[in-house]
């Protein structure tokens, strides 16, 4: 137990922030006070895939928060279109408003009547908070005057007169259209106090940048990294075979523009190395998938080219990581030796089977993973442009520092994938740099090494591994961000027989139906399982085939219902999320989104339906989350200090 007398030292340092007995009381009773207050809400979203505007929409009506909000402030006062429409305000005020004010006759009344809406609901929403941390969130140029509108009882006969004078004033001086925008997202930012990226921000979709740029502008966010992420966070470190495949999915899923446009990459040495090389090649089973006809035969064309190019570049990078790292147990994975390159045919298990297109001139059948020097040199170039982008960097950065395999956050366990477990469901072990990991220990070991790929130096031994590392997180079988036992890139794209593309999902999937394995996770994350729950995304939920994003239950929760229109088909809806709020743990589920224009235009919300899946008998409050823990040790600290104030064993200054 901490006494006065043990803690001396620590103390006399607290006693340097609150030098009086009056300072340390004041803030004993504001931490108290802070520890009664409801738990912020929390929004857990997860595979977005360069889906933005469906996340960015999402993101904006805080997965139905704000409509609950609107009900639960005006449920009788207004109508069901109204309140759709103050909706639509908050979420889009400057598009909302352009349109409205080419359109209202009175435009003052209409600013007067959504002002004092908003400064209600604004209210409302930020009662949970202290006023410290509402002022924070507040923007400098309404900061003072939100502030008194927030605090202010419009129905105290005293103020009444001072409160409309200050909104006749914004209408008067033309600051309306720019208060109702600032209110709007003070809205946004106070009805979720933090949002949770279950991984998969990168890949398929159009502009995971913009993704991107949105949480970094977000006001309080952590990420878990998924196998998508981190091939493009291994890519920017410099690691060849990372950036092999994440050319490879923007080509096939047509989505170049954004590494050459956006992050500035120079495409022309792939796109010439490849237009000479499969100059008659049709490439057949490179073109890409796409289902808009923007893309010109040409194009398509071309893209397929460059398409096969950096896929045959990849399996020779992959092949030279499987042979310099024996521990990544991945021999099985070589399959350019098993290519019979007159029969055209490929050996897989003993079997042979016919190749779909076996047109391979950059391939020496005595030597298959051997890069040729045009190769050689279109990589390199490749690399110096990644390692070099500032905003592929700046955006990778972030990753890393908001980042991480998992984490555990109020008692959850949030990751992207599995804890890869075997078939025995004990968990997997794996051997690197000479020693055993399994659990959270593997995971752990992995998270440091990756970090180790994109901070050490240049040429580093450590760099290196820590870059193959990153790939082996995108498609060993160990990582628990891919979470099965391979990836079968090549079958998918040379074979026709589909048993060889199956990739079987690590025994964690099947297991985690199981509440008593559960309980074994919970224990090895140091998580008390009555309150905890594991928030995975990676795999879509078929819930057009009655699967539940619910498991063990209610102790797992899967989450990707598929943002990635490519893999709306399979799930039948746009995507889950989570909200854990104060009351209760909330699954909504979204129907597809069309777009931000249609949603402005036409006030057509994402129609979501909520599920509870976990209701509080007692409102949680911020003494029971994970910062509650730690304001709960200050307070304790802050008593100790009183009593050595009051014992004369610290001097008040
Ligand atoms: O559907 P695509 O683009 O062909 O991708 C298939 C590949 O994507 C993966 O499912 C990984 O991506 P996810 O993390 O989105 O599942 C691989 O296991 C598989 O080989
Ligand atoms: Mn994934």
Known sequence: MKTVESEIKYLKLLSKQYPSISKASTEIINLEAILNLPKGTEHFISDIHGEYESFVHVLKNGSGVIKRKIEEVFSSTMRDNEKKALATLIYYPEQKLDLIIKEEENIDDFYRINIYRLIELCKYASSKYTRSKVRKLLPNDF?????????????????????????????????????????????????????????DIYDRGPRPDIVMDTLMDYHCVDIQWGNHDI???????????????????SARYANLDIIEDIYGINLLPLA??????????????????????????????????????????????????????????????????????????????????????????????????????????????????????????????????????????????????????????????????????????????MESLSREGYFFEEKSIQKQYGMDMMW???????????????MTTFERYFIGEKETHKENKNPYFKQREDEDMCEKIFKEFNLDSK???????????????????????GKILAIDGGFSRAYQEKTGIAGYTLIYNSYSLQLVSHDPFTCAEE???????????????????????????????????????????????????????
């Open 272 to 445: 010439t190395f490849a237009m000479e090389v499969y100059k008659d090649d049709p490439c057949n089973c490179f073109i890409p998938k796409i289902s808009d006809q923007d893309v010109s035969t040409k194009e398509k064309s071309l893209i397929a080219k460059m398409h096969k190019a950096i896929s045959v570049i990849q399996f020779k990078l992959e092949g030279e990581i499987i042979n310099r790292r024996p521990e990544f147990d991945m021999k099985h994975r070589l399959l350019l030796n098993n290519i019979n390159y007159e029969d055209k045919t490929i050996n897989l298990k003993g079997k042979d089977y016919k190749l779909k297109d076996s047109n391979f001139p950059t391939i020496d059948k005595n030597n298959p993973y051997k890069f040729t020097k045009e190769e050689e040199i279109v990589m390199d170039k490749i690399v110096s442009c990644f390692k070099n982008s500032e905003k592929l960097q700046k955006h990778v950065s972030f990753l890393f520092s908001k980042g991480s395999i998992y984490l555990t956050a109020n008692s959850n366990l949030l990751i992207h994938g599995c804890i890869p477990l075997n078939k025995d469901y004990d968990f997997m072990s794996m051997k690197l740099q000479g020693s055993e990991y399994r659990g959270k220990a593997l995971m752990d070991k």
């Open 531 to 553: 309150d905890a729950h594991i928030i995975n995304g990676h795999v879509p939920v078929e819930s057009k085939n009655g699967e539940s994003p619910i498991k063990a239950n």
């Open 472 to 486: 082996y997180l995108w498609n060993g079988k160990c990582s628990s961000l891919f979470g099965k036992d391979d």
């Open 143 to 199: 900061k003072y005057i939100i502030e008194e509108l927030l605090h202010e009882n419009i129905d105290g006969e005293h103020k009444k007169n001072y409160y409309k004078s200050i909104v006749e004033t914004i209408i008067q001086i033309d600051r309306a259209k720019e208060f109702i925008i600032a209110i709007s997202k003070v809205i946004q930012k106070l009805v979720v106090d933090r949002l949770h990226i279950i991984g």
């Open 231 to 249: 091939l493009w966070m291994g890519a920017a470190s410099g690691s060849k075979a990372c950036i092999a495949n994440a050319l490879r999915i």
């Open 599 to 653: 949603a402005i235009v036409n006030e057509s919300d994402i129609l979501s339906t909520t599920e509870i899946v976990e209701h509080k008998a007692k409102r949680k409050t911020v003494r029971d989350t994970d910062a509650g823990k730690k304001l709960e040790e200050e307070v304790k600290d802050l008593k100790l200090l009183l009593m050595a104030y009051k014992k004369g064993i610290i001097k008040e200054i």
